[in-house]
C-alpha cells in the first residue's frame, strides 16, 4: 500500500487510457477507492528521476471515503519538476466546454494543481493546457481545498488528460476528482456511444483499440517531448548562470583595478581656504536724528 518509489534511472511513462461516454463524470475511479494491486485504478504515475521523490496510493488522509493519491518531491528541487498521476479521456469532447473539479491538500508544496491538456494525434499536437492555479493557486500547506476550473475543448481535440500535479517540491494529496461535460446531455447520448449501423461488434472493438494504440504513442512522444524540453531549460539555465558568473568575473577585476589605480594615484581634494570668524566687535553708537556738526 505505501509503496516508495526510489531515484529512477531512467524515463518510464505508463499510459491509462479510458473511454468515456460525454455524460456525467469522465473520469474513471475519480475517487481513487478501486485498486489495481496498490495501485489506483485508471490512473497512471509520472515521475522525474529525483532521490526521494515517491507517489503512492495514500490511506492516512481523504477527503472522502478511504483513499487518496499522494505525491512527494524532496526540498531542492527545482521547478521544472512536475510530477503527476494521470488519466486519458477519450470522447467525443470537441467544441463542449467541461467543468473541472478536485480536493487539494498540500505540506510545503511550491504548487500543486489540476492540469486539462486537450491533444490531437495527427499532427500530433498539446492544443490547449490548462491549470486550476490560474484562478486558485495551491501552495504552501494547507487542509483538503476545494479547486475548480472550465475549460473549453478545442473542435479538433481527439482526447483529452486529466493530471494532478505536483510542481517542484513539497507534498500533495489529491481526491474527489471531476470532469463533467457542462453542457445538458441530449437524452439520446447513450445511442452516440454504439457501433454503426451495420457495423460488427469485433470490428468496432478493433477500431478502438488502434485508436487507443495512437493515444498512447502521442501520449508517449508528449511526456518525450517535455523530458526534451526540460533538458533544454536545464542547459540554457546552465549557460546562463555561466555568463552571470564571467560578468561576476569581469566586474570583480574592474574593481581590483579601480582600488590598485587609487593607491598609486591617491586622490587629492583640495582644501577650501579657512573662513574668518565673524567680529564681535560692536558697530559704534550712532544717535537717532541729525548728527552734531563739529
Known amino acids: ?16 487510457v479510458c473511454r468515456a461516454a460525454p455524460a456525467g463524470n469522465l473520469l474513471t475511479n475519480p475517487g481513487f477507492e478501486e485498486r489495481t494491486g496498490d495501485q489506483p485504478k485508471g490512473w497512471s504515475l509520472y515521475l522525474m528521476p529525483r532521490e526521494g521523490a515517491e507517489g503512492r496510493l495514500a490511506a492516512e488522509t481523504a477527503s472522502e471515503g478511504t483513499y487518496s493519491v499522494f505525491l512527494r518531491v524532496p526540498p531542492g528541487s527545482e521547478n521544472e519538476v512536475i510530477n503527476n498521476w494521470s488519466q486519458n479521456v477519450i470522447a467525443d469532447l470537441g467544441g463542449k466546454e467541461l467543468l473541472v473539479r478536485g480536493m487539494i491538500k498540500t505540506e510545503e508544496a511550491v504548487e500543486a494543481a489540476i492540469w486539462i491538456q486537450c491533444f490531437r494525434k495527427r499532427p500530433f499536437a498539446v492544443l ?29 481535440a481527439d482526447f483529452i488528460t486529466c493530471r494532478c500535479v505536483l ?4 507534498a500533495a ?6 470532469v463533467d461535460d457542462a453542457a445538458p446531455v441530449p437524452d439520446d447520448a447513450d445511442v452516440a456511444q454504439t457501433p454503426e449501423d451495420g457495423e460488427a461488434p469485433d470490428k468496432a472493438q478493433d477500431a478502438g483499440g488502434e485508436r487507443d494504440g495512437a493515444v498512447r504513442e502521442a501520449v508517449i512522444a508528449s511526456q518525450h517531448a517535455l523530458i526534451e524540453a526540460n533538458r533544454a531549460l536545464r542547459e540554457t539555465n546552465r549557460i546562463l548562470a555561466a555568463q552571470v558568473a564571467a560578468l561576476e568575473g569581469e566586474v570583480h577585476a574592474l574593481r581590483e583595478r579601480v582600488l590598485s589605480l587609487q593607491e598609486r594615484n591617491p586622490l587629492v581634494i583640495p582644501q577650501a581656504p579657512p573662513v574668518a570668524a565673524p567680529s564681535t566687535r560692536m558697530p559704534p553708537f550712532v544717535p537717532h536724528g541729525r548728527l552734531a556738526r563739529n
Open 167 to 170: 510542481k517542484g517540491s513539497g
Open 1 to 16: 500500500m505505501n509503496r516508495r518509489l526510489p531515484y529512477v534511472a531512467t524515463w518510464a511513462v505508463v499510459v491509462c
Open 173 to 178: 494529496w489529491f481526491d474527489a476528482m471531476e
Open 128 to 156: 490547449r493546457a490548462n491549470t486550476s492555479s490560474t484562478d486558485a493557486a495551491i501552495w504552501g500547506t494547507r487542509d483538503w481545498t476545494p479547486v475548480e476550473m472550465r475549460v473549453r475543448v478545442p473542435e479538433d
